[in-house]
């Protein structure tokens, strides 16, 4: 492992604080004020102060704040909220591209990451459907669907008895239901509150953000290192 630097160490310790902040808000309200990331994101910037060579701490910071334009578009697009954004360009601030193993990490690292991660709350939908259905519970009760339709609804939601920060993915058709599988808007719309319904999980995208940069922190960047590990493995 290579030597980290002091003032490294303490740009790492920053961003936990924040990230552990911004997370328990996002669980207790599913909001995070801005204050939150300008507070953290100045703290960042007021480190170059005591920065034994700025001028490379500067370029840095320059290189990792590509994420921002990037993390901008996916919060309009509606994938993730602007906490979430603006969490990653904090980080590019307080920590830019900073990593405790020998790995290379690029500005995109804890947001890939985090996307990696986003195959845990699918395999919890999956799991949670197999256990209803293995209870017996019609989960399917009034819709109209296809096989397949049937095994993505199982894989992108499941039925919830009490919803609760999740968006409903059913629509009535006539005298049946019918599925829709469209993109939900992470700050526009609204929980579904209507029991018995079906529901895809309104993610706390931030506590996956978190995760992303536990892991660049302790084993780099998934992709390029399963990717490196794949090749390897085939040459």
């Not at 290579?2 to 996002?26: K, W, Y």
């Not at 334009?69 to 996916?74: E, K, L, R, V």
């Not at 690292?109 to 949670?128: H, Y």
């Not at 599988?181 to 931030?206: C, D, Q, R, S, V």
Request: proline share 4%; charged share 15%; net charge neutral.
């Amino acid at each position: 492992m290579e030597i980290v630097s002091d003032i490294n160490l303490i740009r790492i310790a920053i961003a936990l604080v924040m990230l552990a902040i911004g997370g328990i808000f996002d669980i207790w309200k599913r909001e995070v004020h801005d204050y939150l990331w300008i507070v953290f994101g100045g703290i960042g910037l007021a480190l170059l102060l005591i920065e034994p060579e700025p001028m490379d701490a500067i370029y840095s910071m320059l290189f990792a704040l590509i994420i921002a334009p990037i993390t901008i578009i996916i919060w309009r697009i509606g994938l993730f909220g602007g906490a979430d954004a603006f969490a990653l360009i904090a980080l590019a601030l307080i920590a830019p591209q900073i990593t405790l193993v020998e790995s290379e990490v690029t500005p995109l690292t804890t947001l890939s990451n985090a996307a990696v991660l986003i195959i845990i709350p699918l395999i919890i939908n999956v799991m949670r459907n197999i256990s209803s259905i293995i209870q017996h519970e019609d989960i399917f009760e009034g819709f109209n669907e296809t096989k397949y339709r049937k095994i993505v609804a199982c894989i992108y939601g499941y039925r919830s008895k009490q919803p609760k920060y999740g968006f409903s993915i059913e629509r009535k058709r006539g005298k049946s239901k019918r599925f829709s599988f469209t993109m939900h808007h992470a700050e526009n719309e609204n929980f579904a509150t209507k029991p018995n319904t079906w529901i895809t999980p309104g993610i706390p995208y931030l506590l996956l953000i978190i995760a992303g940069f536990v892991i660049q922190l302790l084993f780099g960047d998934l992709i390029v290192n399963g990717l490196y590990a794949i090749t390897t493995t085939l040459s």
